[in-house]
């Protein structure tokens, strides 16, 4: 069995974590979060987004947020929807953002209000701004193993989506299984039609893990190349438009999971646990740091 050596773990707890959250955190705790993200050796955090307050009210301080954040100590990235996010990333001099399409029509509708052309054009012409800014863009699509409103999804449409983010200018793909319906043996599926025509250093996975699973399709997908996680410190959140999805994969288990493997990381698991227990009390869930039993998978 063939794995990489070291991986790259993208935090998404404070944007895909704190959007779902029925508690809502001020700027400050917020801040506090991110910053021990960093300190615990998280080098990539997905600080926010510039989404409509309208649709995402959790996520409405962002700005604030990322005023505050220092740039030293890793790199904030921000979820973008639309031009007007991609103004509100600049004014908070953001050097990454993230756009997000999806694979099903369904579900581009429910969460940004426009299909998937629609929403490749409008992504393409944020993209190309950023790059006149200096800004990285990163690309998700969503449901790339089902959909909470059409069911299934073609493995070449996620392909063809993936395709169209990168001619675009996404450096990075990330695909989310929104709802965590995803098997090892879907995720090896899915991941052979994408690896047809991309490689894997340009590919992430994003699993929540609501049937919990997401584990066991990381580590299909370490087998398969993939080196880039997505994941969300205390396994916080969802999608606001994905009803009875669960968080994401918990950080703390990717760790666990990379250590039994011995591929490297860069990240303090102690300190991991302590940032796990305290946001975890502070919004009233059991910590994800005392509950390793997902992680003993080999
Ligand atoms: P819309 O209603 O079609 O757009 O929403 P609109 O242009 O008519 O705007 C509506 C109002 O929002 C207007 O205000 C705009 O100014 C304002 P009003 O005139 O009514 O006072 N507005 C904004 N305000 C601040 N920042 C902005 C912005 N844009 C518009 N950027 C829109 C379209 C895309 C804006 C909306 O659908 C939206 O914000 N959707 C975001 C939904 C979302 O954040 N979902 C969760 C993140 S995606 C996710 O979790 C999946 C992922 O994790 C991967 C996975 O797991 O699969 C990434
Ligand atoms: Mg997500």
């Known amino acids: 069995m063939s794995l990489p050596k070291a991986v790259r773990i993208v935090e998404v707890g404070p944007r895909d974590g704190l959007q779902n959250e029925s508690v809502s955190l001020d700027v400050a705790t917020k801040v506090e979060l991110i910053h021990g993200l960093a300190d615990a050796g998280?080098?990539?955090?997905?600080?926010?987004?510039?989404?409509?307050?309208?649709?995402?009210?959790q996520m409405a301080g962002s700005d604030d947020v990322f005023k505050q954040l220092n740039p030293s100590h890793a790199t904030y990235t921000a979820l973008i929807p639309n031009m007007r996010g991609l103004e509100r990333a600049i004014e908070c001099n953001v050097k990454e953002i993230a756009v997000f399409a999806a694979a099903s029509e369904a579900?581009?509708?429910?969460?940004?209000?426009?299909?998937?052309?629609?929403s490749l054009e409008k992504?393409?012409?944020?993209?190309q701004k950023a790059k006149?800014?200096?800004?990285?863009?990163?690309?998700?699509?969503s449901c790339v193993s089902g959909c909470p409103y059409q069911g299934d999804v073609d493995h070449t449409k996620v392909s063809a989506v993936a395709q169209y983010l990168l001619e675009m200018g996404c450096y990075e793909i990330s695909l989310g299984d929104t709802?965590?319906?995803?098997?090892?043996?879907?995720?090896?599926a899915l991941l052979t039609e994408i690896l047809k025509t991309i490689e894997p250093e340009k590919l992430a996975v994003h699993l929540h893990d609501t049937y919990g699973q997401a584990i066991a399709n990381i580590k299909q997908s370490l087998i398969m190349g993939i080196s880039i996680i997505d994941s969300?410190?205390?396994?916080?959140?969802?999608?606001?438009?994905?009803?009875?999805a669960s968080g994401n994969v918990a950080t703390e288990h990717v760790i666990q999971l990379l250590n039994e493997l011995g591929i490297e990381?860069?990240?303090?698991?102690?300190?991991l646990n302590t940032i796990s227990r305290t946001i975890?009390?502070?919004?009233?869930h059991p910590a994800a740091a005392d509950n390793g039993s997902k992680s003993r998978l080999k």
């Open 265 to 271: 990381h860069g990240i303090n698991l102690e300190k």
């Open 42 to 57: 998280l080098q990539t955090i997905e600080a926010g987004s510039f989404v409509s307050p309208k649709w995402v009210p």
């Open 107 to 118: 579900f581009s509708q429910k969460n940004i209000n426009c299909s998937i052309d629609e």
């Open 123 to 127: 992504f393409k012409a944020v993209t």
């Open 132 to 141: 006149e800014h200096n800004i990285a863009v990163r690309g998700y699509i």
């Open 280 to 284: 975890s009390q502070k919004l009233g």
């Open 179 to 188: 709802i965590g319906v995803a098997t090892p043996d879907s995720i090896e």
């Open 232 to 244: 969300s410190v205390a396994g916080l959140g969802g999608c606001p438009y994905a009803k009875g």
